[in-house]
């Protein structure tokens, strides 16, 4: 993922990425605050075992903007 554009859409993103993966806390959203390595390090941080996933859907939601979270809504699928 492009940097830059993560720290470009980084407001809209946060709320998307706490609502979608409910174990980041404000305060791990301030410590990232738009840096892509930082994101990274949180999601190791918080779903190791699921980092992959986290890291895809992130891809996908920067490539189509929220994209990523309406397939989740239209699925149903809010994961925690």
């Known amino acids: 993922m492009n940097t830059d ?3 470009g859409k980084w407001n809209q993103f946060k709320g998307e990425l706490k609502q ?8 791990d959203l301030m410590q990232i605050e738009g840096n892509y390595d930082k994101f ?3 999601v190791q941080e918080r779903y190791g ?6 890291e895809t859907w ?3 939601w ?3 903007s929220s994209d ?5 809504e239209e699925t ?4 925690r």
């Open 5 to 7: 554009t993560f720290k």
């Open 49 to 54: 075992d699921r980092k992959d996933e986290i």
């Open 76 to 79: 149903g699928s809010t994961r």
């Open 58 to 60: 992130a891809d996908k």
């Open 20 to 27: 979608q993966w409910g174990k980041f806390t404000d305060d």
């Open 62 to 64: 920067h490539g189509g």
């Open 40 to 42: 990274k390090g949180k």
């Open 68 to 72: 990523a979270s309406k397939q989740a």
